[in-house]
């Protein structure tokens, strides 16, 4: 892309000193872009406000030095002070002791702003805070107010190989480019960018990375032995900012790793050696988070070659990890991907639930339990996860997808805060929301690489902001973190955001509108996922089937004459989705097959929905990209030209949608359409 410097090879760059000036170097500009990478959220601009005042800083400790690093490096080039004794000042930053807390206090009295933290990492978000208020968090009066997390855990996994992999490249599903972490089978060398990502991610909220894919070849399995020291490294990069590393692990490292006979969980021998390999791993990170495990799962291993229960399998695993404080993340993605589509009977989207809700109550206090928002896979549009709710007595963890496998792939704008916002506002039996049930955390998979502009099409870098506020604030309003991203990587230049968000705040529904209808899903490439083949996982094997024919579409799920999926739910949801006549438009051809004439809450048939979406979703597509070039004097010019890029792609691929989707319909079911538009 043109405007972007190569990245200057990070030994030319390592000269001496702290991380004070290690965090000038990483926020040094060139041409308005640090060194090659986009700055994102973090521009050099967004600490004038603190850069231009007088700071105290108090404490001590290695997240204090690093706020004291942030606050010198823009007091540097701003003009502001920064000491750690008492002095006139602006702005107090105050570490009062370490109870781990991540919590903080700000108020403002007598022309003085303070943040109070009881906990490292306290101090470091109410310093991120302070730049996100910017001036504002100057002005008048304010009482004293604690801002603290809703979840504990906030967490990226990244599905980064170490080699990279025949089919699925260095990052599987992966849109922006290799992996921060991982080049050519070994570990990067560059150090510097993963710590500015730590950075990116402290200023969002997030506090916990997996570094490698949860389907663990070859070469990332050794991560937990022999390549242990790459990861230290990378955590050691983390850590400033308060990110632990997590390990995705492959349940038959005994195996694979240990030449033990067996993995199954309730041998000793197989206990002992993970004992003894976390403990290794936890001498080279002290702060390791724990395990991420893909068991049973698409071809992975698990108890279940041994007879055992995922309890049993987690469990083992937790114990390695609780002496340390370290968590297993068991993921609950588990159905039969070898299914026969003539079985009618055989129901992908109860596999979680089947699966799991029986071992509710079974599985230890620091194994949590890992489930995807869906019961399918990260479509566009699916109901809720019965599975989260329905098992009170374990931790879950939700998970999202920032990385954009089926939703654009980063070459399509797709701001998924409200999808997000949706599922974590859900209230699952009428009361209790999902967001408070996610007790175990909340959990992305990545959607960065080593793209200069960390996402691929740059205005995915909303997905990763808002998905960290999100965490955060699990019940906020994901348009005020949209409007936070804007202000911090745009500026304020008028007509700006404006602009910005036309394009963003209804692209989630725009590419639902151009894609598969009315929660029915895929209609995808079969392999990698991009752009449509109604038909292309018809006939396989993957339990992920539509059921088109002359008279109707969609797939009967209800308890009367269905799988029976809808009554995995509590009421009233059980109840609503079990109806065509209740069920929501946008669930209705995941939860009913009907007729091609059904009538919608809408008051349009469904043919007629299908046709008028798809011609409504191009239509925005082709406003959307209006808007983008009309602000073309007030983008830095690369970003602009990249978006410019991605939009043709984006507009290519939402006609090729629009008329593979119309036309497979027009002929299934013979409607004309009302409106009488071409359709082929
Ligand atoms: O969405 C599917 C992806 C796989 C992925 C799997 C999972 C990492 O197509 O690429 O594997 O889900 O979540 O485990």
Redesign the pocket.
């Given at each position: 892309v043109s405007g972007y410097v190569r990245e200057v090879p990070s030994r030319a760059r390592r000269r001496g000193g702290g991380l004070g000036s290690r965090t000038a170097r990483l926020s040094r500009s060139v041409g308005g872009l640090m060194q090659g990478v986009d700055p994102a959220w973090l521009p050099d601009g967004a600490f004038r406000p603190i850069g231009t005042r007088r700071t105290l800083i108090r404490g001590s400790g290695p997240l204090v030095d690093t706020v004291h690093g942030e606050v010198a490096e823009a007091c540097e080039r701003f003009g502001g002070s920064v000491s750690r004794a008492p002095e006139p000042c602006d702005l107090v930053l105050e570490l009062t002791g370490d109870d781990g807390s991540e919590g903080f206090v700000l108020g403002r009295r007598d022309g003085c702003t303070t943040v109070t933290a009881s906990g490292a990492r306290g101090l470091l978000y109410g310093l991120f805070h302070v730049v996100r208020l910017g001036e504002a968090a100057f002005l008048g009066e304010t009482q004293p107010a604690v801002h603290e997390p809703k979840l504990a855990l906030r967490m990226l996994d990244h599905?980064d190989n170490v080699a990279v992999h025949p089919v699925?490249g260095q990052v599987?599903?992966g849109y922006a480019g290799g992996s921060l972490f991982w080049e050519d089978g070994r570990a990067r060398g560059d150090l510097d960018r993963v710590r500015r990502y730590g950075r990116l991610l402290a200023a969002c909220g997030i506090n916990a990375v997996s570094v490698n894919?949860?389907?663990v070849h070859a070469a990332e399995a050794r991560l937990l032995t022999e390549r242990l020291g790459e990861v230290a490294d990378i955590a050691g990069a983390l850590r400033p900012y308060g990110i632990r590393v997590h390990l995705s692990v492959t349940f038959a490292a005994p195996m694979v790793l240990g030449g033990l006979p067996t993995a199954d969980p309730l041998d000793p021998g197989v206990s002992a050696w993970w004992a003894e390999a976390t403990a290794r791993v936890y001498a080279a990170v002290p702060d390791f988070g724990g395990f991420v495990v893909?068991a049973d799962?698409?071809g992975q291993p698990g108890p279940f070659a041994y007879g055992r229960t995922h309890a049993d399998g987690a469990n083992m695993l937790a114990a390695a990890v609780e002496p340390y404080g370290g968590t297993v993340h068991w993921?609950a993605?588990v159905y039969d991907h070898r299914q026969d589509w003539r079985d009618r009977s055989t129901d992908r989207a109860r596999a979680a639930y089947d699966h799991f809700v029986p071992l509710d109550g079974e599985f230890a206090d620091n194994a949590v339990l890992q489930v995807k928002h869906g019961p399918m896979?990260?479509q566009v549009r699916e109901p809720v996860s019965p599975l989260i709710g329905a098992m009170p007595g374990t931790r879950l963890a939700v998970e999202l997808q920032a990385t954009q496998?089926y939703t654009g792939q980063q070459r399509h704008v797709c701001w998924l805060g409200p999808m997000w916002s949706e599922v974590l506002r859900f209230r699952i039996d009428g009361e209790s929301t999902v967001g408070a049930s996610a007790r175990g955390g909340l959990v992305a998979v990545s959607n960065v690489g080593d793209d200069p502009f960390w996402t691929g099409h740059p205005l995915a870098q909303a997905n990763l902001y808002t998905f960290g506020r999100l965490a955060w604030e699990p019940g906020g309003d994901p348009h005020r973190f949209l409007d936070e991203w804007i202000g911090l990587t745009f500026g304020s230049a008028p007509g700006l955001a404006k602009g910005l968000r036309s394009i963003l705040d209804g692209s989630w529904r725009t590419y639902e509108k151009y894609t598969a209808p009315l929660g029915v899903g895929f209609m995808v490439q079969p392999g990698h996922?991009y752009g449509p083949s109604v038909d292309g996982y018809e006939y396989s094997p993957w339990g992920t089937y539509h059921f088109a024919d002359r008279d109707g579409v969609g797939v009967d799920r209800s308890v009367a004459s269905g799988t029976g999926y809808a009554g995995q739910y509590a009421k009233p949801w059980a109840e609503v989705y079990e109806s065509a006549e209740t069920c929501p438009d946008e669930l209705l051809l995941f939860f009913h097959h009907v007729s091609y004439g059904h009538t919608l809450h809408s008051g349009k048939t469904v043919i007629q929905h299908i046709y008028d979406t798809h011609f409504e979703g191009v239509a925005e597509v082709e406003a959307a990209q209006e808007v983008w070039a009309s602000l073309a004097d007030l983008v830095d010019p690369a970003r602009h030209t990249r978006v410019t890029e991605r939009f043709e792609e984006q507009l290519r691929s939402a006609r090729e949608w629009r008329d593979q989707v119309n036309s497979y319909f027009f002929r299934k079911s013979g409607v004309p359409d009302a409106r009488g538009r071409t359709i082929h």
């Amino acid at each position: 892309v043109s405007g972007y410097v190569r990245e200057v090879p990070s030994r030319a760059r390592r000269r001496g000193g702290g991380l004070g000036s290690r965090t000038a170097r990483l926020s040094r500009s060139v041409g308005g872009l640090m060194q090659g990478v986009d700055p994102a959220w973090l521009p050099d601009g967004a600490f004038r406000p603190i850069g231009t005042r007088r700071t105290l800083i108090r404490g001590s400790g290695p997240l204090v030095d690093t706020v004291h690093g942030e606050v010198a490096e823009a007091c540097e080039r701003f003009g502001g002070s920064v000491s750690r004794a008492p002095e006139p000042c602006d702005l107090v930053l105050e570490l009062t002791g370490d109870d781990g807390s991540e919590g903080f206090v700000l108020g403002r009295r007598d022309g003085c702003t303070t943040v109070t933290a009881s906990g490292a990492r306290g101090l470091l978000y109410g310093l991120f805070h302070v730049v996100r208020l910017g001036e504002a968090a100057f002005l008048g009066e304010t009482q004293p107010a604690v801002h603290e997390p809703k979840l504990a855990l906030r967490m990226l996994d990244h599905w980064d190989n170490v080699a990279v992999h025949p089919v699925m490249g260095q990052v599987e599903r992966g849109y922006a480019g290799g992996s921060l972490f991982w080049e050519d089978g070994r570990a990067r060398g560059d150090l510097d960018r993963v710590r500015r990502y730590g950075r990116l991610l402290a200023a969002c909220g997030i506090n916990a990375v997996s570094v490698n894919n949860v389907n663990v070849h070859a070469a990332e399995a050794r991560l937990l032995t022999e390549r242990l020291g790459e990861v230290a490294d990378i955590a050691g990069a983390l850590r400033p900012y308060g990110i632990r590393v997590h390990l995705s692990v492959t349940f038959a490292a005994p195996m694979v790793l240990g030449g033990l006979p067996t993995a199954d969980p309730l041998d000793p021998g197989v206990s002992a050696w993970w004992a003894e390999a976390t403990a290794r791993v936890y001498a080279a990170v002290p702060d390791f988070g724990g395990f991420v495990v893909k068991a049973d799962s698409e071809g992975q291993p698990g108890p279940f070659a041994y007879g055992r229960t995922h309890a049993d399998g987690a469990n083992m695993l937790a114990a390695a990890v609780e002496p340390y404080g370290g968590t297993v993340h068991w993921r609950a993605f588990v159905y039969d991907h070898r299914q026969d589509w003539r079985d009618r009977s055989t129901d992908r989207a109860r596999a979680a639930y089947d699966h799991f809700v029986p071992l509710d109550g079974e599985f230890a206090d620091n194994a949590v339990l890992q489930v995807k928002h869906g019961p399918m896979d990260f479509q566009v549009r699916e109901p809720v996860s019965p599975l989260i709710g329905a098992m009170p007595g374990t931790r879950l963890a939700v998970e999202l997808q920032a990385t954009q496998e089926y939703t654009g792939q980063q070459r399509h704008v797709c701001w998924l805060g409200p999808m997000w916002s949706e599922v974590l506002r859900f209230r699952i039996d009428g009361e209790s929301t999902v967001g408070a049930s996610a007790r175990g955390g909340l959990v992305a998979v990545s959607n960065v690489g080593d793209d200069p502009f960390w996402t691929g099409h740059p205005l995915a870098q909303a997905n990763l902001y808002t998905f960290g506020r999100l965490a955060w604030e699990p019940g906020g309003d994901p348009h005020r973190f949209l409007d936070e991203w804007i202000g911090l990587t745009f500026g304020s230049a008028p007509g700006l955001a404006k602009g910005l968000r036309s394009i963003l705040d209804g692209s989630w529904r725009t590419y639902e509108k151009y894609t598969a209808p009315l929660g029915v899903g895929f209609m995808v490439q079969p392999g990698h996922h991009y752009g449509p083949s109604v038909d292309g996982y018809e006939y396989s094997p993957w339990g992920t089937y539509h059921f088109a024919d002359r008279d109707g579409v969609g797939v009967d799920r209800s308890v009367a004459s269905g799988t029976g999926y809808a009554g995995q739910y509590a009421k009233p949801w059980a109840e609503v989705y079990e109806s065509a006549e209740t069920c929501p438009d946008e669930l209705l051809l995941f939860f009913h097959h009907v007729s091609y004439g059904h009538t919608l809450h809408s008051g349009k048939t469904v043919i007629q929905h299908i046709y008028d979406t798809h011609f409504e979703g191009v239509a925005e597509v082709e406003a959307a990209q209006e808007v983008w070039a009309s602000l073309a004097d007030l983008v830095d010019p690369a970003r602009h030209t990249r978006v410019t890029e991605r939009f043709e792609e984006q507009l290519r691929s939402a006609r090729e949608w629009r008329d593979q989707v119309n036309s497979y319909f027009f002929r299934k079911s013979g409607v004309p359409d009302a409106r009488g538009r071409t359709i082929h």
